[in-house]
């Protein structure tokens, strides 16, 4: 990792006396976005292996902390109206003194706050990808990749859910919003595809809580009566440990997408409206695919199954079944 010569983080007296060092980190409250934001969580915590971290974020993303190795508190932001969850979180914090507060809200709170050092985004969207503009934060360059934490216990549920038996591929049918999501019609003629070419393959289809996302993955379950039923009811540590333990992740953008690539699994997006310049997976072997068209405007259903499976054999091919 490259680092510019002047972060703002650079070591000052009060970091090496004796007092416990606190960090807040206030990041997303979509998964995908907290996904991005790891990288810097992870970049913080190998610059103070010591220092505490409280973690602000919404209620889908809260789970994606719980192993984090130095956690002092995550603060659950339920949306309010008129705001009132922004009152909420500073009065959860105003009691402590804090060396280091990193806002990638872009709100105020932190100005009202005892720190330190402040870092905040500005929030708002813009063009560019999200994670780089997450690494302009703290002035990094590249951007930290993102990154999981899961404990034994979420390793030893992923090998009962996911087996050595054979090369595992996950398919991730679901998004949070219609225009996101591939016909799952598909999946039925590219996993013949791939199976043409890797006999040996099982699937595992992945799909969040709730009765919307079963719905949407259901139909995939159907046409692959043999694949895991790997969605619904587990914690995302648990999910990402499972998705560590799989060959390749194919998948809509979405949060899963993003916790996939940044589990180290290899990866790929299925992009249509959804623009990959600013959300495409990151991570070591992350890769994407779009709908012909122009970004922010194809219809996903445009992209069809030859392409996808091309792309999807030359992953495999590059890293190894």
Same mark, same amino acid.
């Given at each position: ?168 591929i996950a398919l991730g049918p679901t998004a949070n919003w219609t225009g996101k999501i591939w016909p799952t019609e598909r999946y039925l003629p590219l996993w013949q595809r791939l199976c043409a070419a890797y ?5 595992? &289809?992945?799909?969040?809580?709730? *009765?919307? =996302? +079963?719905?949407? %993955? ?8 043999? !694949? ?30 993003h916790l996939a690539a940044a589990a180290g699994t290899p990866t790929l997006g299925l992009f249509g409206p959804s623009r990959a310049s600013e959300y495409a997976p990151s991570g070591k072997n992350a890769r994407? &695919?779009?709908?012909?068209?122009? *970004?922010? =405007? +194809?219809?996903? %259903? ?8 091309? !792309? ?10």
């Open positions: 990792m490259s680092t510019p010569a002047r972060t703002g983080l650079e070591k000052k007296p009060e970091d090496s006396i004796g007092a416990i060092m606190r960090i807040l980190f206030i990041t997303a409250t979509r998964l995908g976005d907290a996904v991005l934001s790891t990288g810097l969580l992870a970049y913080l915590h190998q610059r103070w292996p010591d220092a505490r971290f409280t973690i602000a974020c919404g209620p889908v993303a809260a789970g994606l902390f719980s192993a984090f190795p130095r956690l002092e508190r995550t603060i659950v932001m339920e949306k309010r109206p008129y705001d009132l969850h922004w009152l909420d979180l500073w009065k959860a914090c105003v009691p402590f003194k804090w060396d280091i507060t990193v806002d990638l809200r872009g709100s105020a709170v932190t100005f009202l706050l005892r720190s330190g050092r402040r870092f905040i985004m500005r929030g708002g969207r813009r063009a560019g990808a999200r994670i780089t503009h997450l690494g302009n934060v703290l002035n990094l360059s590249p951007p930290p990749l993102p990154t999981v934490w899961v404990s034994p216990a979420d390793r030893a549920k992923a090998q009962q859910i996911i087996p050595d038996t054979a090369p595992i006999p040996q393959i099982r699937p595992a &289809i992945f799909y969040g809580p709730g *009765e919307q =996302e +079963a719905a949407l %993955a259901r139909p995939v379950l159907q046409a692959l009566p043999h !694949a895991i039923d790997a969605g619904g009811h587990f914690s995302l540590t648990e999910v990402a440990a499972m998705l560590a333990r799989c060959r390749l992740y194919i998948g809509n953008d979405s949060g899963l997408m994407w &695919i779009a709908a012909p068209g122009p *970004e922010g =405007e +194809a219809p996903i %259903a445009g992209l069809d199954v030859a392409n996808v499976a091309t !792309a999807a054999l030359s992953l495999l091919k590059e890293t190894g079944i």
